[in-house]
Nanobody
Framework: QVQVVESGGGLVQPGGSLRLSCVVS????????MGWYRQAPGKQRELVAT???????TYGDSVKGRFTISRDYAGTTVHLQMMSLKPEDTAVYYC??????????????WGQGTQVTVSS
């Protein structure tokens, strides 16, 4: 079984910063990507940022230049540093992990989500 656990959400004023973290553990043979997606009320889930095993990153257009994704050396923890937050960044942020099982099956795992609210 694989566990994906997010932390670091909360309430912040516009212009403020937050750092989200995500840790993956359990029976996963290898991880090829980790990332963050978000979903605001009434909207579809959208890409925030991803990082692959070669440290290549991708960002959603709305967060470029404000958010930075990074992963630890072991590749089991990913962070999302969010700067210059705007009210439109308010959403539930989900961690996504792409990897292979010990049976060589490609899987995608999701965390439960952490709420980020940007409001004065």
């Amino acid at each position: 079984q694989v566990q994906v656990v997010e932390s670091g959400g909360g309430l912040v004023q516009p212009g403020g910063s937050l750092r989200l973290s995500c840790v993956v553990s359990g029976s996963i043979f290898s991880i090829f990507s980790m990332g963050w997606y978000r979903q605001a009320p009434g909207k579809q889930r959208e890409l925030v940022a991803t990082v692959d095993s070669g440290d290549s990153t991708t960002y959603g257009d709305s967060v470029k230049g404000r958010f930075t994704i990074s992963r630890d050396y072991a590749g089991t923890t990913v962070h999302l540093q969010m700067m210059s937050l705007k009210p439109e960044d308010t959403a539930v942020y989900y961690c996504s992990v792409g990897g292979y099982t010990f049976q060589n099956e490609r899987r995608n795992y999701w965390g439960q989500g952490t709420q980020v609210t940007v409001s004065s």
